[in-house]
């Protein structure tokens, strides 16, 4: 059964500064990993989406890896900014199954 | 183009009412999913459907029943409310070329 893990549950940046959001799950054989983000009272936003046969994806700002060898992904923010704070969550997909499994998240605040 | 959207928004429920949340989307997804958020715990899956006319459970299903109308519309009934059901509700839809998932804005259910 997969299990997603994202620690630590809460972050605080000062803005401006480069941060990272870890992701670890535990079976490697996933179809896809995705990254979304939820403001509060809001629903999920999807942010990217690496499917296994890549390393990385990157939007802007955003550059998010995965490496299944060591069953971890990685969401990296460059020049963080008040906008940005929110929970980033992540979501493992597995080879023949639609459902994701999801982890519990990251509060990210960025302080001006 | 709404996406997918929920009604209602917000509901209070005393133990032993029922209730049925909606769910649409006009992306023309095939899949559609209801999962519930809890604090701690994630996202979690109650049911999905991967066609119109087919339903199976998630990791969460019991006190719960689906309806999948047509294929714009997904349904999650509450038969017999439970303190234990109290939750934000999201609904999602994906479609075949995409592994994206698209949220809703969520429903919130209190059960006294």
């Known amino acids: 059964k997969q299990e997603v893990t994202q620690i630590p549950a809460a972050l605080s940046v000062p803005e401006g500064e480069n941060l990272v959001l870890n992701c670890s799950f535990t079976?490697?054989?996933?179809?896809?990993l995705q990254w979304f983000r939820q403001d509060p009272g809001k629903g999920l936003t999807s942010l990217l989406l690496i499917q296994s046969s890549q390393r990385e994806q990157t939007s802007g700002r955003l550059n998010a890896s995965l490496d299944k060898s060591s069953g971890r992904s990685t969401l990296y923010i460059a020049a963080s900014q008040p906008g940005d704070s929110a929970t980033y969550l992540c979501?493992?997909?597995?080879?023949?199954?639609?459902?994701?499994?999801f982890g519990t998240g990251t509060r990210l605040t960025i302080i001006p | 183009n709404a996406g997918v959207t929920q009604t209602p928004k917000f509901q209070v429920l005393k133990t032993g009412q029922s209730m049925t949340l909606q769910c649409a989307q006009d992306?023309?997804?095939?899949?559609m999913y209801w999962y519930r958020q809890d604090p701690g715990m994630g996202l979690r899956l109650i049911y999905y459907s991967a066609s119109e006319g087919t339903t199976d459970k998630g990791e969460v299903p019991n006190g719960y029943n689906v309806s999948r109308l047509n294929k714009r519309e997904f349904s999650l009934r509450l038969e017999s409310a439970a303190p234990s059901q109290t939750s934000v509700y999201f609904c999602a839809s994906m479609g075949l070329t995409s592994s994206t998932q698209y949220f809703g804005p969520g429903t919130r259910l209190t059960v006294l």
């Open positions: 079976d490697s054989a996933i179809y896809n």
């Open positions: 979501a493992a997909r597995n080879f023949g199954n639609e459902k994701l499994t």
């Open positions: 992306m023309n997804h095939n899949s």
